[in-house]
């Protein structure tokens, strides 16, 4: 249950459009389609959420489970602009959460696969419900639990069989660079939503995010390229990016965090009942849960 701060503040236009300006804002209104106010993430069976096209298999990424190679749990790392309230201080926060991707069979020649994520809403993030801890009072006790729903997709990407599975398990691209990455379109995220009610909340809207890209096309920080998992069929990415804030967030974190961009790391493993794409012939990669050809 999300238990956010009680003060009460009016959902005012300038609180819905944020930083990022009216264009950006007007993708995150109260449906599910477009992101809005969300107490938490939606059912994956929900069925406003986008279908796979025909000819692809869907596989739900829970993002809540270890990344099996090393051990790494989703987390976001909040930092803190200079003039906030918390100036200075981080916050280590792990997500909740699923991403959606529809596979695509692989190509005969190279053994590769596509697999796409889908526009508005086949990915949602879900930071736990801890307390900020730092600052003056009113920041001490204030959690810095959300629901960020995507608004836009991803592009599609194209994974290759690992270089050397005796070696490793881990996915190549076309060009023999060892990486994943998904470019998301935007979420919205929701904040100060309090005791499962969106009444006194407020909704910002998170731009572009380059997950798994390495140092490319990064604000800040060197984080590590993409990693898909063949073996598993779980990936790892990782951003660096601003995530705007509203409400007494902004005031603790600071309200466009494009000064003080957060370290957001995505780990998705499947679930059982939507096992991943098998690697053919290659014995030593093959998922230890199943897969599909």
Known sequence: MLR??????????????????????????????????????PDVTDPRLPVCPPGTTKVIYDLDKPFPPDGTMSNSVIRTTPKSLCHGATKTVNMSGFVIGCWYPPDPVSGCRTVKVLNNGDMCLHLNDVALGCGPSQCQTLSVEQVAISNAGA?????????????????QRIDGEEKFRLWIGGLCSSQQIENDSTTNACVSHWGATYYGYGPVKQRGGNPEPGWYDWKSGAFKITAVAGRPQCGELSECIGQDNREAPWDQTIVGVPRPETPPPCLDGVAQCSSATGCFN
């Open 155 to 171: 592009g599609d990407r194209f994974i290759c069989p690992p270089k050397d599975p005796n070696v490793s398990c881990r996915s």
């Open 4 to 41: 956010l701060s009680s003060i009460a503040f009016l959902l005012s236009g300038a609180l819905l459009l944020g930083p990022t300006g009216a264009a950006l804002a007007s993708r995150c209104t109260t449906g599910l389609i477009s992101g809005g106010l969300h107490a938490d993430c």
